[in-house]
C-alpha cells in the first residue's frame, strides 16, 4: 500500500479493516496455492 493510500485510511476504521480484509485474502490465497483448495 503506499503512501498516501495509507494517510486516507488512517482515519476511517471502515476502510482500514476491508483494506485489511483484502490483504488477508491476499495472502491466504497464497498459502493455499500450492494445495489447490480455496482458503475459505
Known amino acids: 500500500m503506499n ?5 486516507s485510511l488512517e482515519g476511517c476504521l471502515y476502510f482500514s479493516a476491508n483494506s ?11 498459502a493455499f496455492k500450492i494445495t489447490g483448495i480455496a482458503p475459505a
Open 20 to 30: 485489511l480484509s483484502r490483504y488477508m485474502n491476499e495472502m491466504a490465497d497464497e
Open 3 to 7: 503512501e498516501s493510500n495509507h494517510l
